[in-house]
């Protein structure tokens, strides 16, 4: 709490030398595979997926897409404090068979079957969103009024998971704060006209999103993702 009531007291104007951004981009990630774990005690099941593969559906509504505001100080802008807004997904591939393991109506499960015997969807369709507090460095690739500068920035925040997860007997929706997420990136602005600018940049994001099932059930994924972000720069 003390960081982001810093980060919020950094964007009060308080210098001529301070300079502002804006940014949106569109993008891709790639999740890695993961284990998934749900708790029903309401129906007796206690369970864990291994190695679920998801997808990203990047374009498919609501589509990938990033807001980012930055304020840099000085005249060089190099150190600077953000605040960004990430929307991602991951959609399980439910249909695949995996290693199934853990307890159904107090009976042992351990056998490998698709994962949709028991979780018709288990997505995060509506965002696996990041609200993000950062730093970031910039380096210009050359003089300091340079054309390309290359950016680096790491930060983290709450999580807000969008719910998709369909079982028998539950259809689960809606959104909920869910945790800390973890975040750094690279990247490369080109001014292309006036403030504005193309960037292109690498992400790398961390999350371990547990949400309600039921009253005292829980779903549990840990999202590790790879990101493509391209799109445009407004500003100094």
């Known amino acids: 709490m003390r ?3 810093a980060l919020a007291c950094a964007f009060v104007p308080a210098s001529a030398d301070a300079q502002w951004s804006f940014s949106t981009y569109a993008g891709s990630n790639h999740t890695r595979p993961s284990s998934i774990t749900i708790d029903r005690p309401d129906v007796g099941q206690s369970l864990e997926f291994v190695d679920v593969r998801y997808d990203a559906k990047p374009f498919r509504t609501a589509p990938y897409y990033g807001l980012r505001l930055t304020r840099f100080f000085t005249g060089e802008r190099r150190l600077g404090v953000e605040v960004e807004l990430l929307h991602s997904k991951v959609y399980a591939r439910t249909s695949e068979t995996v290693l199934v393991r853990g307890n159904v109506g107090g009976l042992p499960v351990s056998q490998q079957l698709p994962m949709s ?3 018709t969807r288990y997505n ?8 993000l507090a950062n730093l970031v460095w910039r380096q210009p690739l ?3 009024d340079a054309r390309v500068a290359l950016l680096i920035r790491g930060g983290a925040g709450p999580v807000i998971p969008g719910r998709d997860i369909v079982m028998p007997g539950l259809n689960v929706q809606g ?5 800390i997420g973890a975040h750094t ?3 490369l602005t080109t001014r292309i006209a006036g403030k504005f600018s193309a960037m292109v940049e690498y992400k790398f ?3 371990r999103p547990e949400i309600d099932l039921t009253n005292e059930g829980r779903g549990r994924m840990t999202a590790v993702s790879h990101h493509v972000a391209i799109g445009i720069t407004v500003g100094r």
């Open 175 to 179: 959104y909920e704060f869910s945790g």
């Open 205 to 207: 994001t961390y999350a």
């Open 185 to 187: 990136a690279a990247g």
């Open 3 to 5: 960081f982001l009531f």
């Open 142 to 144: 050359g003089d300091p």
């Open 124 to 131: 995060h369709t509506h965002g696996l969103s990041f609200l």
């Open 117 to 119: 015997v028991y979780v």
